[in-house]
Nanobody, 112 residues
Framework: QVQLVESGGGLVQPGGSLRLSCVVS????????MSWFRQVPGKQREWVAG??????GYADSVKGRFTISRDNAKKTVYLQMNSLKPEDTSVYYC???????WGQGTLVTVSS
């Protein structure tokens, strides 16, 4: 059974930082591209960042502020988020390439 478990969200002030983690189980990990998405209730889920053997990419809205990385030994993908803005407030999800499985997400709230 494939599981993705996100963690690391919370309440942070504008300009602050958070690091999200996503642990993957029940499937191979090192060969899969991994992505982070985010979704505000009532809006479409949007792609934030992705990492694969081909490289790394970011949405324009987070480029220069967020960094995606992975630890294949721990089957974990990370999202380091710096210089957070109120518009980054969302539920963040990770996704593995080729798998239509979503975790429960982790809520990030950026507010003073």
């Amino acid at each position: 059974q494939v599981q993705l478990v996100e963690s690391g969200g919370g309440l942070v002030q504008p300009g602050g930082s958070l690091r999200l983690s996503c642990v993957v189980s029940g499937t191979t990990f090192s060969s899969k591209a991994m992505s982070w998405f985010r979704q505000v209730p009532g809006k479409q889920r949007e792609w934030v960042a992705g990492i694969s053997s081909a490289g790394i990419g970011y949405a324009d809205s987070v480029k220069g502020r967020f960094t995606i990385s992975r630890d294949n030994a721990k089957k974990t993908v990370y999202l380091q988020m710096n210089s957070l803005k109120p518009e980054d407030t969302s539920v963040y999800y990770c996704k593995a390439q080729g798998l239509e499985v979503w975790g429960q997400g982790t809520l990030v709230t950026v507010s003073s």
